[in-house]
């Protein structure tokens, strides 16, 4: 027995995408997606200017890489198929290879007897598709639908849980509201009918996953950022509230409950900001959601009321003094965050089943930390053992959370930021392409081994 234990059946294991991991071969039959055009076009907004070419190399090394899985301790394993690699155009001829490159690599991670979770898209729309508008186009919706049925036919017997998106907020904000994703541009209206039509595509693809396989696993992966608002004041407490309802709420109510908050739509309405939208998609998002939930978390966001009531979003960042930082990365560590997740999942969204898709601690510049022959990670062991608390702290008042995987298996490239920050629980030397187990990796696996962990 150990201090913090684990329910018999739940899962440990870790998150990476295709996009980030795979890299990309001469005549492996890949097209280009958003993050091969950008680098192409401006390599010089890319970290040390390393774009996604050869990832972590799991493209060509996967034999070798997936025994690492279970070498430490997986029991779960969620990555994603990359749609430029499968359908090259978005739109047009199957890719043979990627479809036996895809059907290895999930047979050898099943022969480990580790569940497999595919996500169906992370952040790679195929160029070509982007050149037409991308996801402010309705035939955008027509194309996702159609490349998950295929997904489903080729890969179905072999998957065990799929999500339709990872994270769908995230290219909304930073590529209509910021400048971190393509088109990069400032334009909310536009942000609002993709993020629309994004939810339009999760449900087809879900209606379409029960269709064809008719199992219970289709999830979407959200990035559920509790808003901590400044102070009381009314004015800090409601800023809060908007910041829930567009970062979180904006698909979490749609995927989970098949309706969007009526505060999110007066919002949206009062701005002039209404996307494009018929009846009848409001049905196929109606009834047609999710059946489980899958939870990134990383950092808390602290808001308060807007110090330009004339900006466009009702609220701005905070930096609460005396937070505290991961000294490595810049971001705030609060593990409470995840007890607040599992109890607003169990109050207020009917106690759906979840696992934690995706938590972790970046680090800069952590060669440094290399010891006799291994990266000596005690700082990342305390990250997952103080967040575990949390997380155990929430299921046991009957959250139904049936997982933890962490970000990330070996360390992967990360859009504009490429190598510059680590998560792996396996270190990728850039310069041999050696893998060596860190020393989280090797704790990771007595976790699995044990269902729990002392404190």
């Not at 993709?194 to 939810?199: G, I, R």
């Not at 919002?267 to 002039?272: F, H, I, L, P």
């Not at 053992?385 to 959250?399: D, M, S, T, V, W």
């Amino acid at each position: 027995m150990v201090d913090i234990q684990f329910p018999s059946d739940f899962l440990w294991g870790s998150s990476t995408s295709g996009p980030q991991s795979e890299g990309r071969l001469a005549d492996d039959g890949k097209g280009d997606n958003v993050w091969d055009y950008w680098f192409e076009k401006e390599p010089e907004k890319f970290f040390d200017q390393v774009g996604p070419q050869k990832a972590s190399t799991f493209y060509e090394n996967y034999k070798t890489d997936i025994p690492y899985l279970k070498a430490t301790g997986h029991t779960i394993f969620r990555t994603s198929i990359q749609w430029s690699r499968l359908i090259p155009t978005g739109d047009g001829e199957v890719n043979e290879k990627a479809v036996a490159f895809y059907r290895d690599v999930f047979k050898r991670i099943k022969a480990e007897g580790i569940t497999l979770y595919v996500n169906l898209y992370h952040f790679d729309l195929p160029m070509a598709l982007m050149e037409r508008g991308g996801w402010e186009l309705k035939e955008t919706i027509d194309h996702y639908h159609r490349y998950a049925r295929i997904c489903f036919e080729e890969f179905g017997d072999l998957v065990d849980w799929w999500a339709t998106f990872n994270e769908p907020i995230v290219p909304v904000e930073a590529g209509y509201l910021g400048q971190f994703h393509l088109p990069a541009v400032f334009d909310p209206k536009r942000a609002i009918q993709v993020a629309y039509n994004t939810q339009v595509a999760s449900a087809y693809a879900t209606k379409a996953y029960h269709e064809l396989l008719g199992g219970n696993k289709m999830s979407i992966i959200l990035n559920l950022t509790p808003a901590y608002a400044r102070s009381e004041d009314e004015a800090d407490q409601h800023a809060a509230k908007m910041a829930e309802l567009l970062q979180a709420r904006s698909f979490l109510d749609p995927s989970v409950k098949g309706i969007y908050p009526q505060e999110l739509v007066d919002w949206v309405k009062e701005k002039g900001w209404m996307p494009e939208y018929t009846a009848e998609e409001l049905t196929i998002i109606k009834e047609n959601t999710i059946d489980f939930l899958g939870v990134n978390f990383y950092q808390p966001l602290r808001v308060k009321a807007p110090t330009d009531t004339t900006q466009v979003l009702p609220f701005e960042p905070w930096e609460m003094p005396g937070r505290r930082m991961n000294p490595h990365r810049g971001w705030e560590i609060y593990p409470e965050s995840l007890y607040d997740i599992a109890l607003n999942l169990k109050d207020n969204y009917g106690n759906i089943d979840w696992v934690v898709a995706e938590n972790g601690m970046g680090v800069e510049g952590e060669e440094q930390f290399f010891e006799n022959g291994q990266i000596q990670d005690d700082y990342r062991i305390d990250f997952f053992k103080e967040h575990l608390e949390q997380l155990h702290r929430g299921i046991q008042e009957g959250a139904n959370c049936h997982g933890y995987l962490v970000w990330t298996f070996i360390d992967c490239w990360s859009w504009l930021n490429a190598y510059k920050n680590r998560y792996g629980l396996v270190e990728l030397d850039l310069e041999t392409g050696q893998r060596r187990i860190k020393k989280s990796g090797e704790w990771f696996k007595k976790l699995s081994e044990n269902n729990g962990f002392d404190r």
